[in-house]
């Protein structure tokens, strides 16, 4: 069956470090990966959007990768900030089908002051 | 920024009772999706709506579930005779336009609905 792993336990880190999220798929085959951050009681906010073709994205302070052999999107906060603290979320999107968003359960960000 | 808005914030409503959750996309877009979020679990796909028809829906979104485009600018969502497990948050996206494209859907803040 089709699955998105985000690492479950949360990633704590330094203000000014950079911050790594994975997000693992198996039996997919996104033409599209996106990532968003979710703070409490809020909805989805955008971030990045990847393609398949692409290796990488970036945005100011934030990176994507997309490994389509690994089947792995790495997602990089750089020079962090208290402010980055929040939940990120994965979503895969396929032509096939529904153009509907398929999410990770998403990390949590605690960045240290 | 446009944004999508919904109302209520939060909805309480007797088990048994029918609600409707109100959502307003962004202007210019064509493409509306529902989702929901169980406290604690992962945002999940209800369904999608283009040219004033479901294009896609989800093992979730079953006879209970409807959604409607009454005028120009509102999207609902309407769940008939509520159960306890209906108790989530039900987020509202929009998308300007569907297709081989890579616009991202945008999200409104929810309607937190508690079923008592």
């Known amino acids: 069956s089709q699955k998105i792993e985000q690492n479950s336990e949360a990633l704590n880190i330094q203000e000014g470090k950079t911050a790594t999220l994975t997000c693992n798929y198996t039996?997919?085959?996104?033409?599209?990966l996106q990532w968003y951050r979710q703070d409490p009681g809020r909805g989805p906010v955008f971030l990045l959007l990847?393609?398949?073709?692409?290796k990488e994205k970036r945005k100011e302070r934030l990176k994507v990768t997309f490994d389509t052999t690994l089947k792995q999107s790495l997602f990089h906060i750089t020079a962090s900030q208290p402010a980055d603290s929040a939940t990120y979320l994965c979503?895969?999107?396929?032509?096939?089908?529904?153009?509907?968003?398929?999410f990770g359960s998403g990390t949590r960000l605690q960045v240290q002051p | 920024e446009p944004e999508v808005t919904q109302t209520p914030s939060h909805q309480v409503t007797q088990m048994g009772q029918e609600v409707i959750l109100r959502c307003v996309p962004i202007?210019?877009?064509?493409?509306f999706y529902w989702y929901r979020q169980i406290l604690g679990q992962k945002v999940e796909f209800l369904v999608s709506?283009?040219?004033?028809?479901?294009?896609?829906k989800s093992e979730i979104f079953d006879d209970q579930f409807s959604v409607e485009r009454p005028d120009g600018s509102n999207f609902t969502l309407k769940i008939r005779s509520t159960k306890l497990e209906d108790s989530a948050m039900y987020f509202c996206?929009?998308?300007?336009?569907?297709?081989?494209?890579?616009?991202?859907?945008?999200f409104g803040d929810g309607t937190r609905l508690s079923i008592l």
């Open positions: 039996n997919y085959s996104p033409a599209y």
């Open positions: 979503a895969l999107e396929t032509f096939a089908g529904r153009r509907a968003l398929t």
């Open positions: 996206a929009s998308r300007v336009t569907g297709g081989e494209s890579n616009q991202p859907q945008h």
């Open positions: 990847i393609r398949e073709n692409e």
């Open positions: 709506f283009y040219n004033n028809e479901i294009s896609e």
């Open positions: 202007s210019n877009h064509l493409y």
